[in-house]
């Protein structure tokens, strides 16, 4: 009589990949395999809603970057505030379910913007109102997502897995953006027949349909029995919990730095959608299909970053690692502020997408490695702030500042803080190389 191995024995029994390219080992295992097929589909069609969710403020308010500026802004207020939050429920409950719920809800909401759409009764503080929501689901969803996936891969291939991760969005990014466009034209041909804003309705409704495959996968997943029984030990406080994690980061010698370190990244690294179309059209005058291609090799440099890292396995320096990926992004950012050519622009940004994921992905290896799993849910809380908050936050300041001195001595600048930061974490934190 043969029995079906549990999930926590599939990680002990099941030997890795051999030979030296290893970049999708992880994806030898059935659950994170699962996972992760059906996250690539939805990222698609979240990248297809971010896009004509853009579009479709720019159109109701005769394009007002105030109003598209005001949607992302809510969007961050509600990470700010739930972020923390949502990381220590994800430490208190079962994470497949809270999951579940999660992914169930962001579904629902993409349904409702898509009928407020096609219906033609959208206006801009409703959608205002389902960012503020949209955001307060991601901040319960991201932080338990991350802290799951340590309970479907063993230690040893954790760094793999989460580098294959950052590819399901931001490889997402070079298709969705793109499907969006040629999505939104071929429907917006019932709009006639429908309403003004059939194509945008019609990529929401897709985005809703891109989440059955994750609840599918979710409903069938095995999770570990011992690792969902660790996170509800203990059930004390919600403030005390929260607290905890941040003490359990503070004590730590070497993670206080490299959050800093990446929380500088963000803030004064001045994001793509800010600076590109700046650049594209202030100081290479290009093309709107040139500018696309600025944005697609961005995008393509941030999945080849993922493939880098995930090719490196349990990368045994990992302090040099991030070092050597923040200096390669200061000198990427500074290249492309100095660039007068689109071939020039292109390269700075392929390397640009590379170390950027670089930085994120060895930050969040260290962040789960170096905390106990029953904290994972919270301290990974961090890295959604600092990714959907401090992000656009920085995006603020930057955009007065190229208002001031014009977008390259802007980036200038961004480019110097970071890499002097970097110099001084080379230089003063020698704990950082030893990781």
Known sequence: MTTTPTPAQEQRETPSPTG???TFRALHYRNFRLLWISLVVSSVGTWMQIVAQSLLVLRITHNSPIALGTVSLAQALSFFIFALIGGSIADRIDKRRLLLFTQTLSMLLAFLIGILTITGVIQVWMVVLIAFCSGTV????????????PSLVPREDLMNAISLQSIVFNGAAVFGPALAGITIGLIDGLGTHIGNYTGFAGNFFLNGISFLGVLYVLFILHVPKEATEGTLERRGPMLGSILASLKTVGRDEALPWVLSGYG???????????ILPIFATQVLHLTAFQLGLLFSVAGIGTVCGALIIASLGDFQHKGILLLVSFLLWAAALLTFALSQALWLSMVALLLFGISQNGVGATTITLMQTRVPPQMRGRVMSLNTLFIMGIRPLGDFPAGGLIALIGGPLTVVISAAIVGGYTLFLVVGRPVIRKL
Not at 269 to 274: A, F, I, N, R, V
Request: hydrophobic content about 45%.
């Open 264 to 274: 500088a990244l963000l803030f004064f690294g001045p994001s793509s959608t800010l």
């Open 20 to 22: 030296r390219f290893q």
């Open 138 to 149: 991601l901040s319960f969803d991201q932080p338990t997502r991350s802290a799951l996936i």
